[in-house]
C-alpha cells in the first residue's frame, strides 16, 4: 500500500469469468467496506472506473430524513 495525501495504491484485481472482482483486504480495511454495503460504481471513458461505498457516513448523512443507508446496509 502506498498512501501519500490520503492516496493509495492497494495492487491488481483481476476480472473473473463473471465479471467479478475482489476489492483487496487492506482496500477494504483503510476505506471502511464491509459485507453488504452498496457501492455506486462510475466510468470515465478516458479516466477510467471510480467505486465509492454509499454506506459511508458523510454520504448517509446527506441524505433527505429515511432516505439514505446507514453503515452494512441498515436503514
Known sequence: MIGQD???IFGT????ERGQIVIPKEAREVMGIHPGDLLLI???????????N?????LSSNAPDGEGETK????
Open 42 to 52: 462510475m466510468g470515465d471513458l478516458k479516466q477510467g472506473l471510480a467505486i465509492v
Open 13 to 16: 484485481a483481476k476480472v473473473g
Open 72 to 75: 452494512h446496509g441498515e436503514k
Open 6 to 8: 490520503g492516496k493509495y
Open 54 to 58: 454509499l454506506n459511508s457516513t458523510a
